[in-house]
């Protein structure tokens, strides 16, 4: 499969960047990841700023930028940190070594597996996914070089589902949700401390959008779970 994620940024006359990302999978073809710039004048254009041939399978999660310029996307393998709008990436792996697991029992069997990221800026971000099918969230306030682990755990002891699957801060740096596969969290602080607003097992959300900080809506693409 060949994947593409695509960064699209509109000028218009108020000269405010918005960066979209895309993602399409072509059958019967090599795997690629690639990152396209497209500027909107009287005429689209669009142009590659990035492509990983060396880690064909290095798929692309999340694009989280805090400037025009400047932030973090979450590749499958690593973190990627740009400061040239995704033209180059520093390396910010997550491995044993750099990772604070704050009294956790980890299962580090398969490490660390990413889902997405959250920039609020240079230094400070937030990445979710799991280990080992248990939910989690990593903090950063180093600029990815060292995380600390600050949620791990899942609603049934018993039962392994997925991970964090979907992040979001509506309007402010402080206020943000999470969800997994049986809950909706919440956070007050920027991610520091997270409490379950809503327990709804097997309903495997993995999607958020919100109008504000109080209006958010969770969906789950799992036909089963009928959310």
């Known amino acids: 499969s060949k994947d593409f994620i695509i960064i699209l940024t509109a000028i218009a006359i108020t000269y405010r960047l918005v960066v979209?990302?895309?993602?399409?999978?072509?059958?019967?073809?090599?795997?690629?990841?690639?990152?396209?710039?497209?500027f909107f004048f009287t005429n689209a254009q669009m142009r590659q700023v990035y492509l990983d041939n060396t880690s064909p399978d290095n798929e692309i999660y999340k694009i989280s930028f805090y400037s025009p310029g400047a932030g973090y996307v979450a590749f499958q393998d690593w973190i990627g940190y740009?400061?040239?709008?995704?033209?180059?990436?520093?390396?910010?792996?997550?491995?044993?070594?750099?990772?604070?697991?704050?009294g956790y029992p980890v299962n580090l069997t398969f490490g660390f597996t990413i889902a997405g990221v959250k920039a609020f800026n240079r230094n400070t971000l937030l990445v979710w996914g799991h280990y080992g099918l248990v939910p989690a969230i990593l903090r950063s306030i180093d600029g990815g070089s060292t995380f600390k682990l600050v949620l791990h755990y899942r609603y049934d002891p018993m039962v392994f589902n997925t991970g964090i699957t979907d992040m979001i801060f509506p309007q402010s740096n402080n206020i943000g949700y999470a969800v997994d596969a049986d809950r909706i969290l919440k956070t007050t602080d920027q991610g520091l401390n997270w409490s379950p607003i809503l327990i709804s097992p097997n309903s495997y959300f993995d999607f958020l959008e919100a109008t504000d900080d109080n209006n958010v809506i969770a969906g789950s693409r799992y036909y089963a779970a009928n959310k």
């Open 20 to 38: 979209f990302s895309l993602t399409l999978f072509m059958k019967n073809s090599l795997s690629t990841v690639a990152l396209l710039l497209c």
């Open 82 to 102: 740009t400061l040239d709008s995704g033209h180059t990436f520093e390396k910010k792996p997550i491995t044993i070594s750099n990772v604070n697991f704050n």
